[in-house]
T-cell receptor, first 111, second 112 residues
């Protein structure tokens, strides 16, 4: 009965590859997010979707493309991966501006 | 843009001791959130504060938001090893569709 789930948990890939991370929430929330946590543990928002509509799009390279097929899913696709993309990516969801519930994270390592 | 300062940067306490950590905003907040993160895991929601002067408690953790809604403290009573982790405060500035901005976190270690 996991609330916010992400797959995969670990992702190791070569520079230049394209990869996707999936996120699903079963809380019935209307808003979903992607965050990036760098090596210094600093957590920064990347994207936010409300009812499948993009509402926050931070300064993120356009190699990153979120896709929300429905309210319960928000996937993150990354093209042409670079070394600097290595980080832990967290998905989260909330009902409006209420507290956000986070997934377990996906640790991406680009070699 | 919203900036959050957390202090101290890290903290080591003896089990059983009380401790307080802080989160200060450069602007008035719509909401202030406290999360805890254990190494290699996701964030666990602790508490949310929205009203000036508000105080909430859960088990041995108490969070307060000042009247100006710019500063919050998190107090742990009789700390235990299970309290160890990274404590992050997140803030929503005033306004709709605001983005949650996090501080850099405070690493807490509790010595048995």
């Amino acid at each position: 009965d996991t609330a916010v789930s992400q797959t995969p948990k670990y992702l190791v890939t070569q520079m230049g590859n394209d990869k996707s991370i999936k996120c699903e929430q079963n809380l019935g929330h209307d808003t979903m997010y992607w965050y990036k946590q760098d090596s210094k543990k600093f957590l920064k928002i990347m994207f936010s979707y409300n009812n499948k509509e993009l509402i926050i799009n931070e300064t993120v390279p356009n190699r990153f493309s979120p896709k929300s097929p429905d309210k319960a899913h928000l996937n993150l696709h990354i093209n042409s991966l670079e070394l600097g993309d290595s980080a832990v990516y967290f998905c989260a969801s909330s009902q409006g501006a209420n507290e956000q519930f986070f997934g377990p994270g996906t640790r991406l390592t680009v070699l | 843009s919203q900036e959050l300062e957390q202090s101290p940067q890290s903290l080591i306490v003896q089990e059983g001791k009380n401790l307080t950590i802080n989160c200060t905003s450069s602007k008035t907040l719509y909401g202030l959130y406290w999360y805890k993160q254990k190494y290699g895991e996701g964030l666990i929601f602790l508490m949310m504060l929205q009203k000036g002067g508000e105080e909430k408690s859960h088990e041995k953790i108490t969070a307060k938001l000042d009247e100006k809604k710019q500063q919050s403290s998190l107090h742990i009573t009789a700390s235990q090893p299970s309290h160890a982790g990274i404590y992050l405060c997140g803030a929503l500035p005033t306004g709709a569709n605001s983005k949650l901005t996090f501080g850099k976190g405070i690493t807490l270690s509790v010595r048995p």
